[in-house]
Structures are given as structure tokens and as C-alpha cells.
């Protein structure tokens, strides 16, 4: 199992920033993907930002710009720092890690862009 703890939500002006972290703990051995989700009222989750361990990422082409994924692999950690954000940004993200078999979802943490 891998717990996942993700930080960073809150509410801010549009073209501000903010920098969400997803913490993971439990059983990391094998995690190969690393990313982010959101879910919009009333919309279905949409993936934002992905890494694996090679470090290639993946944006939608809404972000792609103004958020980077990163991670650092020796805290089990990933970031999305996201700049320049727009009230169309505003969701609840969630941190996902994937490996071969298996995936995991946190809990989700809100982020409100401001217009």
C-alpha cells in the first residue's frame, strides 16, 4: 500500500501561484508514474501533469506553460508548480502514483483561482 498526503491547495488571484506537494509513504518500491488530476464542479477528472521515473512529463494542453511537474525521488515526493493560474484552474487536484500492477489516489486537496 502507499499512502499518499497531498499540500499546497488554497485560494488565490488569478495570475498568481501556487505549488502543490504530494508526499508518499508506505510501500514506494516500484512507483514508476507520478502525477497529477483534477476534478472541476460538476466535471469529470482530467489528468494535468505527469513524470516517471525517467523524468519525461506530460501536460494537458491547458497548463502546458504554466505548470511543471517535478519530483524528487529520495523524499517520494512530487511537485506542481503552477503559475499564471486562471480561474478555469480552479478544482480539486489530486496526486496519483502508478506502478505495474497498481495504482494509488490521495485525497485530494482544493485549489480556488480568483477572477
Known amino acids: 500500500q502507499v499512502q499518499l498526503v497531498e499540500s499546497g491547495g488554497g485560494l488565490v488571484q488569478a495570475g498568481g501561484s501556487l505549488r502543490l506537494s504530494c508526499a508518499a509513504s508506505?510501500?514506494?518500491?516500484?512507483?514508476?508514474?507520478m502525477g497529477w488530476y483534477r476534478q472541476a464542479p460538476g466535471e469529470q477528472r482530467e489528468l494535468v501533469a505527469t513524470?516517471?521515473?525517467?523524468?519525461?512529463?506530460n501536460y494537458v494542453d491547458s497548463v502546458k506553460g504554466r505548470f511543471t511537474i517535478s519530483r524528487d525521488n529520495a523524499k517520494n515526493t512530487v511537485y506542481l508548480q503552477m503559475d499564471r493560474l486562471k480561474p478555469e484552474d480552479t478544482a480539486v487536484y489530486y496526486c496519483h502514483v502508478r506502478k505495474i500492477f497498481e495504482q494509488y489516489w490521495g485525497r485530494g486537496t482544493l485549489v480556488t483561482v480568483s477572477s
Open positions: 513524470i516517471t521515473s525517467g523524468d519525461s512529463t
Open positions: 508506505g510501500s514506494n518500491f516500484g512507483i514508476n508514474v
